[in-house]
Structure formats: structure tokens, C-alpha cells
């Protein structure tokens, strides 16, 4: 059972909490009208399923019920941080040499 | 008897006898025996036979590793289990035992004769042949195979026991309470720190327990272990957990530990759980497990009486049991001299030390010596003779890799130790990654993921000095990892048994390799040969090894075969071990028990059941209930008499001619408010909400992004900026999840407000020619009159008495309202109309009736004439549509070119050609019923009831360009291979101009 | 089909299986058994390279080789044949799914599988136990009665049980209607039921083998080579670049990594899916047990144990971990249907990569890069169709067209719509 720090809550709570949301930074279009068929689907169903860091959503659904964001390993399972959404995706390199 | 028990050795209470029964026969031991102690302590060794060949099997180790002396355990009617390690399960009186796999007695075993047809079994064999003929496959060889298989036999009865289930949260998390472990629980606990240690055994000490002898900080071990337990149990912030087993290490330093509370007593506390599963959030793991010793590769190496020596150790010191009178010793490893020092000391007559080495310390030289054991260095066992149990064995010596002449030495029990293997399966659970130790001839812990330690035997040191310097150590990082300071104690030892040996491939021999029986699993009876041809046809991972032989997949997973397996498989591949590599440890550590595991969630308890308000009422009332996503919601009333389908046709017919009430209370109600509550309803919902008044209500249709159908119901606007959203009983949660993604994370600019309702209201839904004379007699602030609130209005009002949403809406077809009342009012006011609606029969209807008055009317249900492949001009319903709308979520989605193609399956009615014939919903639809299979399938039965309104059956369905086809005869193919004939029609079958709607 | 080639093996001479050659092995101490596959190098050029060396990809291989002529074929694998999901699934074979696409690809599947262990001459234990599937509400009636319908009009064996039938069937079953999930009926194919994973893996290898097939173990691919042209030229691996005109990708959980390296991008997502064993007992329970409501799925292995499944964790990932609350749940579900295995044990627990398409479909067929082709997306039902997709990739592979089987199951279906949902057409909802 992971450990997911919600940045609203500013606090590392149990996976139970929280609700898995699918990859992040998929904002949807302001005129859907406007693209073509494959570019639809590129928003529908294209994701990026990376074997490594994975930015994706989840929602502290009981909890604050806010969705945020994630950095994840998707090897190892580890959180590198997580962020409000609406914020950029963190620079990772930064994030590392922090630690 | 107890002919093998010493008086005045062990821990066993000596007056506190036990009596319990094995296979019908009644022995008895102390209070402290396990099965298997207490049975060796009565000279039984035989406590089972093996998997393939049935050869007879005694008890090979002391501890949860046993892969022999597996039993079947009882303690009266639903209390039996299989499988149980007779090493590890306390006597108390009142338990039964019995052996496994064998017929008909343990003693003779016919199944036996598989050995001598062991050639024939080698590993994998069964894939190389009952191939021919094929029909005896599945007659004659699979449950051949299958009765075979198997050890113990399955609990046939309910288990009326119960479990239970705790969290945990400490700094320190201990497993193991060895020298190490308790050296670590020190350090950490005398610093302050929440500390909590686990042991698997009944009492904590570990190796301790065997090993009485050395002096520890100038008390003998003994005493230092009482005196250590006492500080630590002293101590507040310390928590020992005894006959607890860590099984399982997850992500984020959680362990899952199992406790068993129960199976050890003879008086169990009425209502005390059986087992308790602990899911542990440890700040810093420390694992102290241990080491777990291997067994020596030869021929009948399997015989009753050949064990482990430090098996033998631990029933001589523990349970004061010598396991023979006359043991042979062979190892090659100094830790057995010791075993052998201690029986002799105990008063056995060791026959031979063993050893395949040439290289003795002189101090064991010279031990062995004085207690005149005769010493055979640089030997091998080539064979062991015996039936029930071990009686000889043959050694003989090996001089520059030749094996010499054989000698034969008398015996009643042979001790093996080949070598020690550090226990690291919680360790690899992490995905921390093992690396082989060249010099300690082992996998060691490398990288790590997790925040563990790991110390003593588990890191390849040996001793007790170096398990309590090292355990001290452990406890000192894990706190500095706490950022929390402390010195690691230093411990004084004398007498310490140090030691060092070496591992090795099955044992040299002069007889026909070939025909050894040198096994390495012994409960799924794998030999060296078996590795051996494994990789001789190509098996050249060390996992097809292991899954070609099924060497280490048997209920020990492979704590004693695995590196012995391992080092013969790289000899075969003339590969160095860390080359071949090492196959994964999985999760439990030892097997768990189901219930442990499902917890709390048993019966009733399995999940929630949701309940409205009225159930009670239902209840009361003799309603037959369906289960509903979490719900319960009353199905039918039926009266004395009466099926469901003469319930439902009352139901229905009361309804339709004067008064039905029914709780709609499970319905999703959202409430979406806010200055922008609009705005957001226009982007969610395909319909357009602007010019919808308040004090009127709107049927929603909400689609996903994929443009199909996700949920429907109908909206209220109570304000200009507040929305009554009602959902679909399944959909409340989900629809609440989307419409908060949405305005989080879409459109975080508009003002609007999410709340759940579905628990705050009461929803009753009133239909029938005289719902408003029921209601208007008890409403206050609300002209009920049909101009005053047309159909589909709503308003705040109060209904006998109590505040409320009043819609008047109609789901079945007639005048119909829906009074929404606070929760707890619900039963009340189902109860004041219930009463007041007696003048006109009122009659309670469930949601068969529903569904039925419904269909009627062609109203659709989301999820059973929609299956998310439907979109809404597909349901008949693009009517929902704003089609002046920019944007709505899932707009794009309709206009992908196989969604605006001809041909797609459209929702329809069907009249069978026989009024009398009530289709089958699922049923499929064709233009032919006589083709030839497989046919051509143009849609299914979504709905079909039988109409009492209308004296006929009707049904809905999903048909290929159902729109054009109205009028034509198709056909719906029946089960018994008959069909059905049915004409296409509109799904609105009664009163299809909703005159019934409009009842002044 | 048999072709010419067929007469000439060009692999190494391998024993054949019988009871025959076991006896003789037997009386000579087994030690003339020749190799199942050898262990194969990489050559510089291959006709067709197929990555991943689980059951699709080795039979795939067999399959160009025995239906196609096609035999300088190499699978490449990064671990050891077999080790993906073909060795971690709960062995579960049926064909009884609703739509006719998918119907009628399972049931080509069930068709081949029937008669595997003869082609093969390895004996992968195909036990026809039956499937049931467990309703527990009304919806999952009609739903089956749905499925039952559609299969029976397409040929595909389903039949429906009554509460009381079910129990005859599998007798340790929990039928009181007071359960918290009440048994309302079944739906059982009889043809349906299980096989030994890794004999699946190991018998196509061996057959492939035979046939010339290189099988390259412990060579990760690192990326796909295209030319100038956007046509595929070869893999890069960790044991050099190796040349083929044709690539098909069949590497479940890891397709999404190796196809972005051709810059196609993936309508996938991997989550971890567990499954557990109890410790072996005698035989009691006769068939293959499944129950979607409260996520439950049982089968009685040829070694006694019991094989239980269990749903996907929430969240993508590749670790094969997976969490403890799972394991509960699914262990619970069981014990709420087979209340008398509560006090049995839990032996093992693994975790496996499922890669997920958006309609739980799989995809199998061309891809817009000339000579790469894609097989993938078969979430939790890849084992059962082993034999059907590596027949139809094969056959994809060698015309460069579909079968009309696989047909639809493209990667146009996410651009069009027409997509073929499984999951939604067994949507809950009321």
C-alpha cells in the first residue's frame, strides 16, 4: 500500500485514501471542434505509460477530495513529489538534486 | 512413554502434561511441545510421506521451514485444517492430529509402489507423455494426475471462527527476537523510540532458545534472554509480539504481520478472534531473521531420523527431546560438532561425526575427542538403510575426488547441516536486490529500496557475539535514520560458538549417480537428477529450473531447497551462481491463513449493505429485497400467496388505476451551486440548462468523453444558481467524481459548489390518477394545482409537515410526484402517506413494478437498455441534445465517423408475434432464425416485461438500423433452439400521447 | 495448412514425447533427453523478428514457420522465455465473451487449444473443467443471459445455470440467499477451463525450435530501427543491431516502451495485476469458478493448489508488486463465495504487467510503419487467447494483411469509434 503525500493536506497518508486518476497534464482542448479526428483521439486514449517517472493524477477522495498531481517511478512505485494541479510539471533534475 | 524426553532439560513445563491424539492413537507431551517435539519425545520420527512417490517422511527441521511433518490439525466440527507443520503448531488437550497423503496408513502406504517406478517420474515428465489417446485425457489420465496430487485434504464445513485486523504505526519494527533482534530492540527502545518486535514462535530468544551454553554479559544465556524480555516488556514504549509472523514487506515500509492467538490453547475465550492481521507503517524495519540451515544432497537423504542437526539442537535445548539415541553427524559445517557435543553431553552414544571437509579446527578435534566420537573428515554418505526410520549409513571416504570403500555405521538418526542460508525472503520482497557473496558462499542484502536494516545471520555473520554487536549496530542506524541519536551497547560473550563450513552440490558417490534418490525438495520430491535433467533438455534460468522441476514450490517455498537447487543447477550449466541467478521470493513468508486475511469482511460484513430510510419499513412489510450496486432496495411486496409475478401485475395494476407509492430514496442527488452552477451544467450535461427556470425541472443526459451514454436523471433548478441533480442509483459516486474532476482540474475558474446529497433525502415517488389527491391535503406552501405546478416543476414546500423538495415528476407514466424530505423524516412521512393513502388503496410498489411501468412508457434504464457503447441518438434520445451548444463533455466524441455511420444498433420496441410470450432479456436478434451457425446477430433484448396494463408482453432492444425497420417481423432464437417472432415498433406502448400525465 | 516446408525441419533432431520414449529414457537413466530449444545467438538478419518470448510471440514464431514457410524467424526476449504473463496468470481459458469479434477470435483460440498438446506433441494439460460465471443481481443475469444468447447463435458453448445447478456443479459453492452477494444463477461453457501456463511457453518453443526458430533469451530490446523510408530495418539490442524487414511487437505490459522507440504511440496503460495460490490439497473443487461482481476467481490446479485471481491495483506501474489491501479483497471475495476454504492458506502471491487498452480490447494487426506489426492491449485475458492471437499475428505477420478474425481489432478503432468494449457492455449501472 503506497504512501501518497497530498500537497493540500501537507501530509503522507495510506493509498486507501486516494483514488488513482490516470496521466497528468492531458489538459483537455478549449474548442474541441476545432481538431481532427486523430488528434481527438491523441486526448482520448493516447497515453504516455512510461517504464520510469510517470506524471499522474490521483484524488484524496477521502479526504479534502482535491486532485493533485504526482511524479512517480513507475519501476520502483516511488513518489518523487507531488504538486497542486494546475501546476507545471516539476523539473525533475532540481528535484533530485535537492534530495 | 516419553522414552526420549531428558528430565530436567528443555523449556517444557514438565508439570503441565498435555494429552492429544495423532492419527487415532492418544500421546502425550508438556505444556510448551509442539506436535512434532512431542511425538519425537515419544520416539516418532514417521510423520508423513512424500508428494510423488509416497516414501515414507519424518520431521526434517524445528521451525516454520518444515517441509515433512506436515499434518492435519482439529479441534472439533469446523475447526479442521490441512497442512499444518507439526514443527510449529503448540500441543494443548483437546487437539487431533493426522497424517496426510497416504493410504491406507501412514505405516503402509500403497501409493509407496510410485517408488519404484521413480525413473519413470522424473522432472516434467507428465508433459512428455497422456497425450494418447486424446480422449483419455480428460477421463482416465487429468484426474489420475489430480488424485495424485495434493497433500492434505480440504476443510468441508464452516469456520466458526473469526479474525481480526489492527494498524499499526512504530518507529522501529523488528522481525526476529534473536540475539540480533533483541541487541536491536534495546538500542531503539532505550533511546525512546516506539519499538515493536515480532517473532514467529511461541517464545521469543531465537537461536538463543537452542543455545543455552555461552554467558552474555557474565549471565548464561538463558538468564540474559529473561532479563533482556523483562527490560523490554517493561518499557512503555516496547511491544512484543510473540507467535506473530512478518509475511509480507510493501511498498513504503509496510509489513503485514499475522498473529495467531488462539491455536494454542485448550480453553479458547468465548468471542476471542482466532488470528489477528496487523498491517504495520514502521518508520525503520530491522530484520533480524536469521539463518536457515540447509540439508545435505544424498541418496535417502530423506529417511525418517535424517534431520537437521540444529533441529536436533533446538529439541534437545527447547523441548529437552534427544532425537535418536544413536546420531550420526554429518555436515560440513563446524555449527553440527556443536550438536554433536550437546547430545553426547545429553547422554547419547554418537556413532560419527561425518564431515565432508578435510580442514577441522583442532578445538573440535579435540572436543569430539574427549568425548570419544570418532571423527570421519573428508567423507561422504553415499546411502542410509532403514524403512520407517533411518537405521545405518553408508560412508565412505573421498580422497583427491575419488570416493573410497564404503563403510556402513549403525544408527537411529542422522544429522545434516550443509551449510547455512541467511533468511532474506521479507528482504526480497522489498525488490532490494541480493548479491552473492564469493567468501560467504551466499546471496547477501545489496541495494536497497526500503528504509530497512538488516542483521546477524542475515548478513551472513555468525555467532552470537557478532548477531548481538551486530543487532546493537542495526538499532544505532535505524535511529540515526530517525534523526535520532544513540550509542550501539557492546555485549560481553564467552563461550560463543563461532564457526565457519562450506556449501555444496549433491555428495559424491561411488553407486550409479543415476540412481541416487538424493533429494533436495523434499515435499514435491525433487532429486539432484531432476536439476540435472532439467537443464540437460534446456532449461538454462534458474526459474525454468525451478518451474520445470518444481523444486522450491512447495509449502516451505523453497527455504531449505532453493541454494542447494541452485548450486547443483549452475554445476549442471558449468556456470558460476551469481550467473544463473536467484529466483524471487513472493509474499507470505509462511503460508496465511484466508481468514487472517479477509479480516473483518466475512458474511454481512463482506461489504456494506446501503439501506434507505424505509427499508425498515420494507422489511416490516414482507418485501422481497434485490441487491442494487451497494444497495438493498425492495424488490417486490408480495402478500400471502403470492409469486413475484403476481405481486408485480397487483403492483402494477393499483398504480396504473388509483395510488402506488415507492422509494426512490437511492437515487444519486448531487447538489451543484454557485454563480456558475449553469455554466457548469451547460459544459457537463448535453441538454442546455440556461432557460430552464427555477421552480422547473429538466431530464439530463451526461455522456462521457467517448460521446457514450454515462448516466441520466432528472434536474431541478431551485434557484438561479442552485441544481437539484438527481443520478442513477449505481452512478452517484462516479457522476460526483467526474463532475469534480472537471471543475478542479478543467475549469477551476467557475464558481460552483459540489455537494453529495444522496443520504441527506428521503425520495418517495407518488404515482397514480389520484397522487395529488393524496399529497395536496398535506402540502403547505404550494398550490398543487395543475396550472400552479405543471409537470415538471419543483418546489419548496412542506408535506405533512415536514420540509421539502417537491418534483413532480413521473416515471411510470401517470401523474406522478416525488417528495424529497431530510432522511430522517423518511419513514415518517412513508408512514403518514401510507395512512392517508388508504381511501384509495394505496399499494407499496418495489422496483420489479417500477422497471415494469417504466417500459411501458419507454423511458430508458442507464446500464441495462444502454451498456456504454450507446450513444444518445442511438437511444432514441438526441431530442437531449443542445444541439446549439458550443461544447458539452463528449460533443467531439459524436461526431467521430463510426459513430455517425449507418447501421449503428438503435434502441427500439418489440410485440411478440404471441402476446402471451415474455422474451428473454439478453435474448439476440436475427433477420433469419434459420441460418445456419454462427448467425448474423442485429441486436439483443434490452427490456421485456410482461404489460399487464396492456394484457401482452412488451419489450425494448437494440437493433441495426432499428429506426428504418419499424414494422418488420425479426426474429429472437430461443435457448431449446426455437425463435421468436416480433414486429418492430416505438418504445412507447401505453398511452402514448401522456394523457395520463395531465390529470387535473 | 500444411506446406512443404513443413517436411524438412531445419532445426536440431529433438526427442519425441510419448510413453514410449519416456520408458526408454527411463530404463537408460534419462539421460539421452536432447535439448527442448537451444540456446540461440543472434545472426545478423532474420525475415521476421518478433519481440517478446511469451506465449504469443513463441507461437507466433511456430506458427510462421509450420502455416507460413517462414522459418529464419528470431524471438528476442530480455528475461527467459515464458517469464511474463504466460507465467503469472491464473491459467484461465474460455471464449464465451459477448461480441462477435471477440467470440469468434477466443473461440479460434479454444479450437487450436484443443488440440495443442497432439500439434505440439508437448501435453500442456488443456483440463476442459468448465467455466462458470457467478450473477449475483439481476443485472448480471441479464448480462448473462446477453452473453449466453450471443454465444450460442455464434456456436460458442454457454449455457445457463440455475442456483441449485450451480451448486451440483461445483459443490463447495456458498448458494443461501442470505450471502451478502447471493448466487442468482450461473452461466457455464463447459469447453472452457485451464492448462499449465509455462508447458504452453515451453511447448511452442521447443515446436518453433525445432522448425529453425531462433529463441534469444536475456537480450533486452533497446529500439526500433526504421529506414529512410519510415520502413521498418531492425532492432537494436543489448547484444547488437539485428536486421529484418519485419517486426512484430508482442510484449504485453512493455508494447507502450518498444513501439514509442518507432514513434507510434500507444492507446495503453500497464497496471499491476496479483494473483495467489493456497497450499495444495486433494482435489475439491471440480472447475473454474468466476465471479466479476465481488472480483473472485478460482480454479483447482493439477498440483492441488488453489489458483485464485484478483483485480488490477489502481494506479500504472511496472514494478510486479502490488499491495496488501488487494490481496484482502480478493481473499475475502473467495471466502464470501467458498466459505468452508476460510481456513485454508495462502501459499504465494505474485504480480504481473496487464497492458490495458481504452476498451479492454486487444489489438492485433498493422500499424501505420511498414513491417511493424503490434500485438497487445489483452489486458487480463492474454493466456486464454495464446494459441488464436499467435496463429493470427503469425498470419498478419505473413501477408501483411489481417486475418479476417483480427480484422477488427485495430489501431484505427480509438480514431473511428468503433470500438469493441467488453468492459462497458458489462457495465454496472442501474
Keep these: 500500500m503506497l504512501l501518497i503525500n497530498c500537497p493540500y493536506c501537507d501530509d503522507a497518508l495510506p493509498e486507501l485514501e486516494f483514488a488513482y486518476a490516470g496521466e497528468a497534464h492531458i489538459a483537455r482542448p478549449a474548442d474541441p471542434s476545432k481538431l481532427s479526428d486523430e488528434e481527438w483521439r491523441d486526448f482520448l486514449f493516447i497515453r504516455s505509460n512510461p517504464r520510469g517517472l510517470h506524471a499522474e493524477r490521483w484524488r484524496h477522495i477521502h479526504g479534502c477530495g482535491r486532485f493533485f498531481n504526482a511524479l512517480r517511478d513507475t519501476v520502483s512505485d516511488r513518489f518523487l513529489t507531488t504538486y497542486p494541479a494546475g501546476q507545471p510539471r516539476p523539473d525533475v533534475t532540481k528535484l533530485e538534486a535537492a534530495e | ?1000 | 495448412m500444411e506446406h512443404r516446408n513443413e517436411a524438412i525441419p531445419k532445426g536440431p533432431v529433438m526427442t519425441h514425447f510419448s510413453a514410449m520414449s519416456l520408458l526408454k529414457n527411463a530404463l537408460t537413466g534419462n539421460k539421452n533427453w536432447t535439448e527442448q530449444w537451444p540456446d540461440a545467438q543472434p545472426k545478423k538478419e532474420y525475415d521476421v523478428i518478433i519481440v517478446g518470448a511469451g506465449g504469443h510471440g513463441l507461437g507466433a514464431a511456430y506458427y510462421l514457420a509450420k502455416e507460413h514457410g517462414i522459418t529464419n524467424v528470431a524471438v528476442i526476449e530480455k528475461g527467459w522465455l515464458g517469464g511474463g504473463n504466460t507465467g503469472r496468470n491464473t491459467t484461465i481459458i474460455r471464449s464465451n465473451y459477448l461480441y462477435d469479434e471477440s467470440a469468434k477470435l477466443y473461440d479460434h483460440a479454444l479450437d487450436l487449444w484443443d488440440n495443442l498438446s497432439t500439434e505440439l506433441n508437448y501435453n500442456i494439460m488443456y483440463s476442459k473443467r468448465g467455466v462458470m460465471m457467478l450473477a449475483h443481481n439481476v443485472h448480471d443475469v441479464q448480462s448473462f443471459q446477453r452473453h449466453i444468447h450471443s454465444n450460442q447463435l455464434n456456436g460458442v458453448d454457454n449455457r445457463w445455470l440455475t442456483t441449485a445447478e450451480a451448486k451440483a456443479f461445483c459443490p463447495p459453492l456458498n448458494v443461501s440467499p442470505d450471502a451478502r452477494y447471493p448466487v442468482m444463477g450461473a452461466a457455464l461453457q463447459m469447453r472452457a477451463g485451464t492448462a499449465r501456463h509455462d508447458a504452453v511457453a515451453w511447448g511452442y518453443a521447443r515446436a518453433a525450435a525445432k522448425r529453425g526458430v531462433d529463441i534469444i533469451q536475456n537480450c533486452p530490446v533497446i529500439s526500433i530501427r526504421r529506414g529512410a523510408d519510415g520502413s521498418v530495418e531492425g532492432v537494436e539490442t543489448a547484444k547488437g543491431f539485428i536486421r529484418a524487414k519485419k517486426v512484430a511487437v508482442s510484449a504485453a505490459g512493455h508494447t507502450s516502451v518498444i513501439m514509442q522507440t518507432a514513434g507510434v504511440k500507444m492507446p495503453l496503460e500497464s497496471y499491476p495485476l496479483q494473483a495467489l495460490v493456497s497450499e495444495p490439497i486433494k482435489p475439491i473443487f471440480p472447475c473454474v469458478v468466476m465471479s466479476n461482481t465481488v472480483h473472485a476467481y478460482i480454479s483447482q490446479s493439477d498440483k492441488g493448489e488453489l489458483v485464485i485471481g484478483s483485480g488490477t491495483d489502481q494506479y500504472v506501474s511496472y514494478s510486479q508488486r502490488g499491495g496488501l489491501p488487494l490481496i484482502e479483497h480478493t481473499v475475502a471475495a473467495i471466502c464470501e463465495v467458498f466459505p468452508i476454504f476460510n481456513r485454508m492458506r495462502m501459499l504465494r502471491k505474485w504480480g504481473g504487467i496487464v497492458d490495458v487498452t481504452p476498451d479492454r480490447s486487444a489489438i492485433l494487426g498493422k500499424t501505420p510503419v511498414k513491417g511493424l506489426y503490434v500485438n497487445c492491449g489483452w489486458g487480463t485475458g492474454g493466456f486464454k487467447a495464446t494459441p488464436g492471437a499467435a496463429h493470427l499475428l503469425a498470419w498478419t505477420v505473413a501477408k501483411d494483411e489481417p486475418h479476417k478474425l483480427n480484422a477488427p481489432f485495430t489501431l484505427e478503432r480509438f480514431t473511428t469509434g468503433r470500438l469493441i468494449d467488453e468492459a462497458a457492455a458489462a457495465a454496472v449501472a442501474h
Excluded at chain 2, 575419488?402 to 545434516?416: Q, W
Excluded at chain 2, 413475484?644 to 430514496?665: K, P, Y
Excluded at chain 2, 455522456?703 to 442513477?728: A, K, N, P, Q, S
Design chain 2, 1 to 1000: 512413554m516419553n522414552d526420549y524426553r531428558i528430565k530436567g532439560r528443555g523449556r517444557v513445563n514438565p508439570n503441565r502434561p498435555v494429552r492429544f491424539t495423532f492419527d487415532g492413537k492418544t500421546f502425550s507431551g508438556f505444556e510448551g511441545d509442539t506436535v512434532a517435539s512431542a511425538l519425537l519425545a515419544n520416539g516418532e520420527h514417521l510423520m508423513g510421506r512424500g508428494f510423488k512417490y509416497h516414501r515414507p517422511r519424518g520431521v526434517v527441521t524445528a521451525g516454520s521451514e518444515e517441509p515433512n511433518a506436515l499434518i492435519g490439525t482439529s479441534r472439533g466440527p469446523g475447526r479442521f485444517e490441512p497442512n499444518t507443520r507439526a514443527t510449529m503448531q503448540e500441543i494443548y488437550s483437546g487437539l487431533t492430529t493426522e497424517s496426510q497423503n497416504k493410504w491406507p496408513s501412514l505405516k503402509f502406504d500403497l501409493g509407496a509402489i510410485n517408488d519404484r517406478l521413480y525413473m519413470l517420474f522424473s522432472a516434467g515428465f507428465y508433459y512428455k507423455t497422456f497425450m494418447w489417446p486424446k480422449s483419455f485425457w480428460d477421463k482416465v489420465y487429468e484426474p489420475f494426475i489430480r488424485r495424485a496430487a495434493g497433500l492434505g485434504r480440504s476443510p468441508t464445513e464452516l469456520d466458526p471462527d473469526h479474525y481480526a485486523s489492527r494498524y499499526l504505526h512504530c518507529d522501529v519494527l523488528i522481525v526476529g527476537s534473536g540475539p540480533a533482534g533483541l541487541a536491536a530492540a534495546l538500542t531503539a527502545a532505550r533511546s525512546g523510540a516506539s519499538v515493536t518486535v515480532v517473532d514467529e514462535q511461541a517464545e521469543m530468544g531465537g537461536t538463543l532458545l537452542s543455545e543455552p551454553s555461552p554467558m552474555i554479559e557474565g549471565q548464561p544465556a538463558w538468564d540474559w534472554l529473561a532479563t533482556t524480555l523483562a527490560e523490554l516488556a517493561g518499557m512503555p514504549n516496547v511491544r512484543l509480539m510473540h507467535r506473530t509472523t512478518a509475511i509480507g514487506y510493501y511498498h513504503q515500509n509496510m509489513v503485514g504481520l499475522c498473529q495467531k492467538l488462539t491455536d494454542h490453547l485448550s480453553d479458547v475465550p468465548a468471542d476471542a478472534p482466532r488470528e489477528r492481521l496487523w498491517r504495520v507503517r514502521a518508520g525503520q524495519v530491522i530484520l533480524a531473521q536469521g539463518a536457515i540451515e540447509r540439508p545435505m544432497v544424498f541418496d535417502g537423504n530423506d529417511r525418517p531420523g535424517v534431520m537437521m542437526a540444529g533441529a536436533a539442537q533446538t529439541f534437545l535445548h527447547r523441548f529437552g527431546v534427544k532425537v535418536g539415541n544413536r546420531p550420526v553427524i554429518l555436515t560440513s559445517h563446524d555449527s553440527a560438532w556443536h550438536t554433536a557435543f550437546d547430545l553426547a553431553d545429553a547422554g547419547c552414544k554418537v556413532a560419527a561425526i561425518v564431515d565432508t571437509r578435510t580442514d577441522i579446527a583442532p578445538a573440535l578435534m579435540q572436543a569430539a575427542m574427549s568425548r570419544q566420537i570418532e571423527v570421519l573428515t573428508g567423507h561422504t554418505a553415499t546411502a542410509t538403510g532403514g524403512r520407517l526410520r533411518v537405521k545405518s549409513i553408508r560412508v565412505n571416504p573421498v580422497r583427491g575426488g575419488t570416493v573410497g570403500a564404503a563403510r556402513t555405521i549403525a544408527c537411529d538418526a542422522v544429522l545434516m547441516c550443509g551449510g547455512w542460508t541467511p533468511s532474506l525472503h521479507l528482504f526480497s520482497h522489498t525488490k532490494g536486490s541480493l548479491d552473492w557473496d564469493a567468501k560467504a558462499k551466499a546471496y547477501l542484502p545489496g541495494h536497497k529500496t526500503e528504509a530497512v536494516h538488516i542483521a546477524g545471520a542475515g548478513r551472513g555473520l555468525w555467532g552470537i557475539a557478532a548477531a548481538l554487536e551486530d543487532g546493537a549496530k542495526a538499532g544505532a542506524d535505524a535511529l540515526r535514520d530517525l534523526g535520532r541519536k544513540a550509542g550501539a551497547a557492546t555485549y560481553a560473550v564467552t563461550g560463543d560458538r563461532t564457526g565457519t563450513g562450506i556449501t555444496q552440490k549433491e555428495l559424491p558417490t561411488d553407486r550409479s549417480p543415476g540412481s541416487a534418490k538424493a533429494f533436495i525438495d523434499f515435499q514435491n520430491d525433487v532429486t539432484a537428477k531432476d536439476i540435472r535433467l532439467a537443464v540437460r533438455e534446456g532449461m538454462r534460468s534458474i526459474e525454468h529450473v525451478k518451474r520445470y522441476t518444481t523444486n522450491g514450490m512447495a509449502t516451505d517455498q523453497g527455504k531449505l531447497s532453493n541454494m542447494n537447487g541452485l548450486t547443483i543447477a549452475s554445476d549442471a550449466l558449468g556456470k558460476d551462481i551469481p550467473q544463473v541467478g536467484l529466483t524471487t521470493f513472493r509474499p507470505p513468508y509462511t503460508p496465511t491463513t484466508f481468514g487472517a486475511l479477509a479480516g473483518y469482511h466475512k458474511g454481512s460484513h463482506f461489504e456494506v449493505t446501503r439501506k434507505t430510510p424505509i427499508d425498515s419499513w420494507a422489511a416490516e412489510n414482507g418485501a422481497a429485497f434485490e441487491p442494487v450496486a451497494l444497495w438493498r432496495r425492495a424488490w417486490y411486496f408480495p402478500k400471502a400467496g403470492e409469486d413475484m409475478h403476481a405481486a408485480v401485475n397487483r403492483e402494477c395494476r393499483a398504480t396504473r388505476q388509483s395510488l402506488g407509492i415507492f422509494d426512490a430514496s437511492t437515487l444519486g442527488k448531487i447538489e451543484v451551486s454557485g454563480p456558475d452552477a449553469v455554466e457548469f451544467m451547460n459544459r457537463m450535461y448535453t441538454n442546455p440548462w440556461a432557460k430552464l427556470a427555477p421552480g422547473k425541472c429538466r431530464y439530463g443526459l451526461l455522456l462521457g468523453e467517448d460521446g457514450f451514454i454515462r448516466d441520466d436523471g432528472v434536474i431541478g433548478r431551485m434557484r438561479d444558481d442552485l441544481f437539484h441533480v438527481t443520478t442513477t442509483t449505481g452512478g452517484a459516486a462516479r457522476v460526483l467524481n467526474m463532475m469534480e474532476d472537471y471543475l478542479q482540474t478543467e475549469w477551476p475558474e467557475l464558481q460552483v459548489w459540489l455537494t453529495s446529497t444522496t443520504e441527506e433525502w428521503a425520495t418517495i415517488a407518488i404515482n397514480g390518477p389520484n397522487a395529488r389527491k393524496l399529497l395536496a391535503p398535506l402540502v403547505e406552501g404550494q398550490d398543487m394545482s395543475d396550472a400552479a405546478f405543471p409537470h415538471m416543476s419543483v418546489a419548496e414546500c412542506t408535506v405533512a409537515g415536514f420540509p421539502s423538495r417537491l418534483f413532480r415528476i413521473s416515471f411510470t407514466g401517470e401523474l406522478g410526484f416525488e417528495v424529497n424530505v431530510p432522511a430522517r423524516h423518511g419513514r415518517a412521512l412513508w408512514e403518514k402517506l401510507m395512512a392517508a393513502g388508504k381511501p384509495y388503496d394505496i399499494c407499496p410498489y418495489g422496483t420489479e413494478t417500477m422497471h415494469v411501468l417504466r417500459a411501458e412508457k419507454g423511458y430508458i434504464i442507464i446500464g441495462q437498455d444502454t451498456d456504454g457503447t450507446v450513444t444518445p441518438e442511438d437511444a432514441g434520445i438526441g431530442w437531449a441534445i443542445g444541439k446549439a451548444k458550443p461544447d458539452f463533455v463528449g460533443k467531439r466524441s459524436l461526431a467521430r465517423p463510426d459513430i455517425v455511420a449507418k447501421g449503428r444498433k438503435q434502441l427500439v420496441g418489440l410485440l411478440t408475434e404471441n402476446p402471451k410470450t415474455v422474451l428473454v432479456e439478453g435474448a439476440q436478434i436475427v433477420l433469419d432464425p434459420k441460418q445456419s451457425k454462427p448467425m448474423r446477430m442485429i441486436g439483443h433484448v434490452t427490456s421485456s416485461y410482461w404489460s399487464e396494463a396492456l394484457g401482452r408482453s412488451i419489450a425494448m432492444a437494440v437493433v441495426e438500423g432499428g429506426f428504418d425497420r419499424m414494422g418488420d417481423t425479426l426474429h429472437i432464437p430461443t435457448a431449446d433452439g426455437g425463435s421468436q417472432a416480433a414486429k418492430v415498433t416505438g418504445c412507447v406502448f401505453y398511452d402514448p400521447e401522456g394523457d395520463r400525465l395531465k390529470v387535473e
